[in-house]
């Protein structure tokens, strides 16, 4: 474990970043904890497109919270399984989410009150730990990836008997402005090209005070539809939920829920009607910067 002080410009940022180097060993150990219980255990486990898989696969992904050299940020790599664990192992998923939401919370005051320090905590954490540095290392890998790091392992409140998987390719982030917004964000590019001075013409031709929309396609993503065995206290008899991480359910006398074979890959054209409601204009309006205008 490495001994350096981590480098600061304040003693309120040194303790911070103390606590979150703390924190990131007690999010090892928690993973640790449960995935030995996981492999000691051996309880009934589906992975997707997988027949036999490896005894340390939770472990592997528990642990992948890390960049591949030159991988886009916002993607993250899914583990798409389900797992019948039995109340102590269920309890060390627990720990684990616990953990992850008080480190997620730490680097966010962080990047908040000493934004000069968050890429050197980032750096650093792996360093504390020579084995990880390592795999790392060995593996290509290099920073700490925030969103894999701190995503939550779904844990299903009741006893389930059937999932249902299936890809949602449609989804997509809206995000409003405004015209003045919008204006930045195209000034920010170089006027000097034709296609920037056309989009800004247009913009200036629309009333100051409406607002747009910025659209984000997202990448395609795994759903799961957890069906309860009874009905939960609040009447509800279905969870849906993203499926990127193991879905831990209460084991059913060690037996796993049924589980529909979803396709390998997600579909290349949209599967779901569009609505007939949507408020967005079908044609972009700033196409350099992924604006629409709303009907």
Sequence with gaps: MSTNKPGSSSPAAYQLLLQLEQQ??????TIDTAASLYEQQSPPTWVFHQTVHPHHWLREALLDMWHEQDQDGRETRNYIAIVAAND??????????QTK????ELLQRIKEAHPQSFSDAKSRL???HPHVDAVLQRNGLARLHLKQSWRQLPIAQAPVSRVRFAWYSSGRSIKRLTVQEAERKLLQL??????I??????????????ILAQVQT???LMRANLFFTEPLADG?????LNAAMPIFVPDNNQRLPHINLPALHPPTTRTRARRCDEKIEQEMFLPSIRVYRYR
């Design 197 to 210: 001075r056309i989009q800004l013409r247009q913009l200036a031709g629309i009333p100051s005070g409406e």
């Design 24 to 29: 990131f060993d007690y999010l090892l150990a």
């Design 101 to 104: 939401k008080i480190f997620s």
């Design 218 to 220: 997202q990448a395609p």
């Design 236 to 240: 509800h008899s279905r969870r849906a």
């Design 190 to 195: 170089d006027t000097d090209a034709a296609h």
């Design 88 to 97: 102590e192992l269920l309890a060390a998923i627990s720990a684990i989410n």
């Design 126 to 128: 792996p360093q504390r």
